[in-house]
Every structure is written in C-alpha cells, then in structure tokens.
Nanobody, 117 residues
Framework: QVQLHESGPNLVKPSQTLSLICTVSGGSITKNGHHWSWVRQPPGKELEWIGGIGYDGSTYYSPSLKSRTSISRDTSKNSLTLQLNSVTPEDTAVYYC?????????WGQGTQVTVSS
C-alpha cells in the first residue's frame, strides 16, 4: 500500500514562497498510469485541487493557481515538491499530497500551513 507523508514549514510569511515535500513509500512515483496531486483545504472551505505531476513527469495546474505554482519530483528520493509563490493569508490551509489513476485513491495525512506575519 502506498503511503504519502507531507512535510514542510507550518508558518510562512506573506509574500514568501511556500515549499512542501511529499515523501512516498510503498510504491514508485514513476509507476505507470499514476498521477500525483497536491490538494488543499482552507479553514471552513472545500477541498481545492492545486495541481499534479504524472508518472511520466508531465505537470498540470489549476488555472487559478498556475501563475504561482510549481510542482516537481525527485525520482532518486521518490518524492514530490510543491512550491507556491507570493503567498497571502488566503493560502492558509491544510495541504495534502494524493495519488490515483483515474481518481484519487490514497491521501497523505495533510500538513497545516499558516500564512501570517
């Protein structure tokens, strides 16, 4: 069973860059057909898909966040990275790493990120 673990700073200042790592165990991030996503949930709001990276390294982003988002991977470490630039307090959320083929099947436990000075 694939397991996902998000890590990174819990507090980021406005205008800075939010950087999170998703460490994957129990399966390769290059496994055929699998798509790896970042999703967030702001307090009191619904889940919001941020973007993802495919098993072949292709990336795709939510149009609303595309200009500020970068998703990459390190195959040697079997990990994924999310970078969100120029953050504001509205980027405060629980951030999740997730994976699936045609839909999300496995979620990480999530990590709280607060944007505040």
């Amino acid at each position: 069973q694939v397991q996902l673990h998000e890590s990174g700073p819990n507090l980021v200042k406005p205008s800075q860059t939010l950087s999170l790592i998703c460490t994957v165990s129990g399966g390769s991030i290059t496994k055929n057909g699998h798509h790896w996503s970042w999703v967030r949930q702001p307090p009191g709001k619904e889940l919001e898909w941020i973007g993802g990276i495919g098993y072949d390294g292709s990336t795709y982003y939510s149009p609303s966040l595309k200009s500020r988002t970068s998703i990459s991977r390190d195959t040697s470490k079997n990990s994924l990275t999310l970078q969100l630039n120029s953050v504001t307090p509205e980027d405060t959320a629980v951030y999740y790493c997730a994976v699936g083929i045609t839909q999300i099947d496995v979620w990480g436990q999530g990590t709280q990120v607060t944007v505040s000075s």
